[in-house]
């Protein structure tokens, strides 16, 4: 293989900038089309956000599971209304197509999780399950000196310091002293996990987005792909009436230009670019996000030149989260996204300022973090309430289930302990008698698995993210048991919904509207086809997939 440098010299056909989802794929279908392919990756890490998240896609259309795109089309008319697009009408007419390439052409394996509402499933068109797909767990062992190279989970999201866990073991974790089944399982997974941890600095099985992420790059090196981690793209190259390659600002290689027939852009949004964050997002959601992007420009500053500019007509511009903040043993500082973990669970309450509840915490994280900036004077930051039976079962933010001592995060202020609600209220700075009133109101209805106020645990997708074992009501318990507890929740930013705007083939659009020559974009540097709504799992990485697959093929074709 000829040397980095040399390579840039010699040119390649197509140019993808960024190593999530959209960007991995966009290569994949690249190489499968015959192109030479350069990916480059900012920081130097592989995966981006995609490598840290939950990794499900919503791929609507797959027949074999119930959907077809009829039915897709209405819940999107009705979850996430906008006026019609090509680019919509595209990602519905190819999500299952793409899904179907990456199974047959990739090591990239999806599978249907077998139970997973849409976000609103009671709409038209709405769904309980067959949209939703997740990766095959992935042995990372597989990427040989690549691995360590894949970004890991968060670390809140695995155990013993470097082991992930799988959806369906969880369960075992949870009953591992009450289940002699549970027991075994669990000493087979730390078994293998110590027999790992003897050759690699984490766990070699990777389950959720870092599956999907190992999986994509085994694609990538297998198709051929050439991949540049720590090579920041500063500029575009003009040429041919479009683009014509990059500028490299740093990188293994010593040649500042590559040429290329055309460049993809994937870098993953604007969420670290302070002054595209202040002209498009809430000044309530300036300071946190979840997302994890490459330093450098983003896509969109870089399109700027060939007149292309983000797409700025939707009500929401970011995928919005719950996050609470703190700062890890080692300095460095943390999100933690409340996605499904707690909010959902029996037993919890979210107030405002004023120590009254303004939402149905059951509801999806971006529905959350929305009603939060309806009143965001009052509601930034909100406050997660929970007591200790519920601490001890479910966790709360970055403290698992389980956890016989809560002093490190008392200590740093992340976790608020209270012998009384009074106590509590007193602590957060809120009105007693309101905070009081608030849970014994709750309480009151939750004795009947009841939610009079705002109707918690009302629809599927409300009851999946609670406790199926609770009854009557799976997101409903009374907060009852001292001592109390409380975090701060901040909204954050899971990605950016606004983007460059693109027509059916991922190509970029100027003013005008006509395609920026051998200029494409996917993943969060697209304008997002949901328009800035959230209606279901994984509806950022089902269209990653999906134009990266489109554009990548488009691009091999120039």
Same mark, same amino acid.
């Given at each position: 293989m000829?040397?980095a440098?040399?390579?840039?010299?010699?040119?390649?056909d197509?140019?993808?900038?960024?190593s999530?989802?959209?960007?991995?794929?966009?290569?994949?279908a690249?190489?499968d089309g015959?192109?030479?392919?350069?990916?480059?990756?900012?920081?130097?890490?592989?995966?981006g956000t995609t490598?840290?998240?939950?990794g499900?896609?919503w791929?609507p259309?797959a027949?074999?599971?119930?959907?077809?795109?009829a039915?897709?089309?209405?819940?999107l008319?009705?979850?996430? !209304?906008?006026?019609p697009?090509?680019?919509?009408d595209?990602f519905?007419?190819?999500?299952?197509?793409?899904?179907?390439?990456?199974d047959a052409?990739t090591s990239?394996?999806?599978?249907?999780?077998?139970?997973?509402?849409?976000y609103d499933?009671?709409?038209p068109g709405?769904?309980?399950?067959g949209r939703c797909?997740?990766?095959?767990?992935?042995?990372?062992?597989e990427?040989?000196?690549w691995?360590p190279?894949?970004?890991? !989970?968060?670390p809140?999201?695995?155990l013993m310091?470097?082991?992930?866990?799988g959806?369906?073991?969880?369960?075992?974790?949870?009953n591992?002293?009450?289940?002699?089944?549970?027991?075994a399982?669990?000493?087979?997974?730390?078994a293998r996990?110590a027999?790992?941890?003897?050759?690699?600095?984490?766990g070699?099985?990777?389950?959720?987005g870092?599956? %999907?992420?190992?999986?994509?790059?085994k694609?990538?090196?297998?198709l051929g792909v050439?991949?540049?981690?720590?090579?920041?793209?500063?500029?575009?190259?003009?040429?041919?009436?479009?683009?014509?390659?990059?500028e490299?600002?740093?990188?293994?290689?010593k040649?500042?230009?590559?040429?290329?027939k055309?460049?993809?852009?994937?870098?993953?949004?604007?969420?670290?670019?302070?002054?595209?964050r202040r002209?498009h %997002?809430?000044?309530?959601?300036?300071?946190?996000t979840?997302?994890v992007?490459?330093?450098? !420009?983003?896509?969109?500053?870089l399109?700027?030149p060939f007149?292309?500019?983000?797409?700025?007509g939707?009500?929401?511009?970011?995928?919005?989260?719950p $996050?609470s903040?703190?700062?890890?043993a080692?300095?460095?500082? $943390?999100?933690?996204?409340?996605?499904?973990?707690d909010?959902?669970?029996?037993g919890?309450i979210a107030?405002?300022?004023?120590?009254?509840?303004?939402?149905?915490?059951a509801?999806?994280?971006?529905?959350?973090v929305?009603a939060?900036?309806?009143?965001?004077?009052?509601r930034?930051?909100?406050y997660?309430i929970?007591?200790?039976?519920f601490?001890w079962?479910y966790?709360?933010?970055?403290?698992?289930p389980?956890r016989?001592?809560?002093?490190?995060?008392?200590?740093?202020?992340?976790?608020?302990?209270?012998g009384t609600?009074?106590?509590l209220?007193?602590?957060l700075?809120l009105?007693?008698?309101?905070?009081?009133?608030t849970?014994?109101?709750?309480?009151?209805?939750?004795?009947?698995?009841?939610?009079?106020?705002f $109707?918690r645990g009302?629809d599927?997708?409300q009851?999946h993210?609670?406790?199926?074992?609770h009854r009557?009501?799976?997101?409903?318990a009374p907060?009852?048991r001292?001592?109390?507890y409380?975090?701060?929740?901040q909204?954050?930013?899971l990605g950016?919904?606004?983007?460059?705007?693109?027509?059916?083939?991922g190509?970029?659009?100027?003013?005008p509207g006509?395609p920026? !020559?051998g200029l494409?974009?996917?993943?969060?540097d697209?304008n997002?086809?949901?328009?800035g709504?959230?209606?279901g799992?994984g509806?950022t990485l089902?269209?990653?997939?999906t134009?990266?697959?489109?554009?990548?093929?488009?691009?091999?074709?120039?």
């Amino acid at each position: 293989m000829a040397p980095a440098a040399e390579r840039s010299a010699q040119g390649y056909d197509v140019i993808v900038i960024g190593s999530g989802a959209a960007g991995l794929t966009a290569a994949c279908a690249a190489a499968d089309g015959g192109a030479r392919v350069l990916l480059l990756e900012g920081s130097d890490l592989i995966g981006g956000t995609t490598a840290v998240s939950g990794g499900m896609a919503w791929l609507p259309g797959a027949a074999e599971h119930g959907d077809d795109r009829a039915a897709a089309s209405r819940y999107l008319d009705a979850a996430a !209304p906008c006026p019609p697009s090509p680019a919509r009408d595209a990602f519905l007419d190819h999500a299952d197509v793409a899904r179907r390439w990456l199974d047959a052409r990739t090591s990239t394996k999806l599978a249907a999780v077998p139970s997973y509402p849409d976000y609103d499933p009671d709409l038209p068109g709405g769904t309980l399950r067959g949209r939703c797909f997740a990766a095959l767990p992935f042995d990372g062992a597989e990427l040989g000196a690549w691995f360590p190279r894949l970004r890991p !989970p968060l670390p809140e999201f695995m155990l013993m310091g470097g082991m992930m866990v799988g959806r369906a073991d969880l369960p075992h974790f949870q009953n591992v002293l009450r289940s002699p089944r549970s027991a075994a399982r669990v000493a087979s997974l730390v078994a293998r996990y110590a027999f790992q941890r003897l050759r690699h600095r984490r766990g070699t099985t990777l389950f959720l987005g870092n599956a %999907l992420a190992g999986r994509l790059l085994k694609s990538a090196l297998d198709l051929g792909v050439t991949i540049e981690t720590g090579a920041i793209v500063s500029a575009l190259l003009p040429g041919n009436g479009g683009v014509a390659g990059v500028e490299i600002a740093g990188g293994s290689a010593k040649t500042r230009t590559v040429a290329g027939k055309a460049v993809i852009l994937a870098s993953g949004g604007f969420s670290h670019d302070a002054e595209l964050r202040r002209l498009h %997002l809430p000044g309530a959601a300036q300071k946190v996000t979840a997302n994890v992007a490459s330093p450098g !420009p983003t896509g969109a500053r870089l399109a700027e030149p060939f007149g292309a500019r983000i797409e700025a007509g939707h009500e929401n511009r970011a995928f919005w989260v719950p $996050g609470s903040t703190f700062s890890r043993a080692d300095g460095t500082p $943390g999100v933690f996204p409340h996605t499904v973990t707690d909010r959902g669970k029996p037993g919890l309450i979210a107030v405002d300022a004023n120590g009254r509840r303004f939402v149905n915490e059951a509801r999806s994280y971006h529905h959350f973090v929305m009603a939060m900036l309806e009143d965001a004077p009052t509601r930034t930051p909100a406050y997660l309430i929970c007591d200790a039976d519920f601490l001890w079962k479910y966790g709360l933010g970055r403290l698992r289930p389980f956890r016989l001592s809560t002093r490190s995060e008392r200590r740093s202020g992340y976790l608020i302990q209270a012998g009384t609600i009074g106590e509590l209220a007193q602590r957060l700075g809120l009105d007693i008698g309101a905070l009081e009133a608030t849970v014994a109101d709750y309480n009151a209805g939750a004795e009947q698995g009841a939610d009079p106020a705002f $109707g918690r645990g009302g629809d599927a997708y409300q009851r999946h993210l609670g406790d199926g074992a609770h009854r009557p009501n799976p997101c409903i318990a009374p907060i009852r048991r001292a001592p109390f507890y409380a975090i701060a929740v901040q909204p954050a930013d899971l990605g950016t919904a606004a983007g460059l705007r693109t027509d059916a083939r991922g190509r970029v659009l100027d003013g005008p509207g006509t395609p920026v !020559p051998g200029l494409y974009a996917c993943g969060n540097d697209m304008n997002s086809v949901m328009a800035g709504f959230y209606p279901g799992p994984g509806i950022t990485l089902g269209p990653a997939l999906t134009f990266g697959y489109l554009a990548g093929r488009d691009a091999a074709a120039l």
